[in-house]
Nanobody
Framework: QVQFVESGGGLVQPGGSLRLSCAAS????????MGWYRQAPGKQRELVAT???????NYLGSVKGRFTMSRDNAKNTVYLQMNSLKPEDTAVYYC??????????WGQGTQVTVSS
């Protein structure tokens, strides 16, 4: 059974940091590209970062230089280190295989709120 479980969100002040985790199960994780997505209230979901099976990363322009995505294949887990957080980063964050965006495997996500 495919499952993605996100964690690590919370309330943080502008300029603060959070580290999100996503544990995957039911997939061939080590050979899978993975992505972090976010959806803010009233907005469409957007792709924030991706990591290939070999560790190559790509980022949404607005988070480049502030967010770092990584993976631990031994733990079937991806991470998103978020630094210098801004109010506009407020959203529910999800992880997913980009190839499966249209499938019903989305997890519950983890809420990130950046506010003073």
């Amino acid at each position: 059974q495919v499952q993605f479980v996100e964690s690590g969100g919370g309330l943080v002040q502008p300029g603060g940091s959070l580290r999100l985790s996503c544990a995957a199960s039911g997939i061939q994780f080590s050979i899978s590209a993975m992505g972090w997505y976010r959806q803010a209230p009233g907005k469409q979901r957007e792709l924030v970062a991706t990591i290939s099976s070999s560790g190559t990363t790509n980022y949404l322009g607005s988070v480049k230089g502030r967010f770092t995505m990584s993976r631990d294949n031994a733990k079937n887990t991806v991470y998103l280190q978020m630094n210098s957080l801004k109010p506009e980063d407020t959203a529910v964050y999800y992880c997913m295989r980009p190839a499966w965006e249209s499938r019903d495997y989305w997890g519950q996500g983890t809420q990130v709120t950046v506010s003073s």
